[in-house]
């Protein structure tokens, strides 16, 4: 277990600690409270389908081969704590 906090700690001061300017103890644990759930739900995790944590796998969609459908293909994006994190989506 302790690779496992290690590596989760490395990464959170990695991706947020390093690139935000904390003000008092109130935002830090809005800050983690964020980053724990863009890490844990949006964030891609290495595995089998690039499965989420505590999700059921879902079937891959079929790849898009179609020049003039891949010219089209929108994706939103939300920017998390300041524009710090990024989530993207695709749009329907």
């Not at 700690?9 to 690139?19: N, S, T």
């Not at 809005?30 to 499965?51: V, W």
Request: aromatic share 4%.
């Amino acid at each position: 277990m302790n690779s496992v906090m290690e590596r989760w700690i490395q990464a959170c001061r990695h991706e947020l600690l390093d690139r935000a300017l904390i003000w008092n103890h109130a935002h830090l644990l809005h800050a983690l409270r964020k980053y724990e759930h863009h890490h844990n739900q949006h964030r891609p995790h290495r595995g089998i389908a690039n499965a989420r944590p505590l999700r059921p796998l879902r079937p891959l969609p079929e790849p898009i081969t179609d020049p003039t459908t891949l010219t089209h293909l929108h994706a939103h994006r939300h920017d998390r704590l300041g524009g710090l994190l990024h989530e993207y989506e695709n749009a329907a």
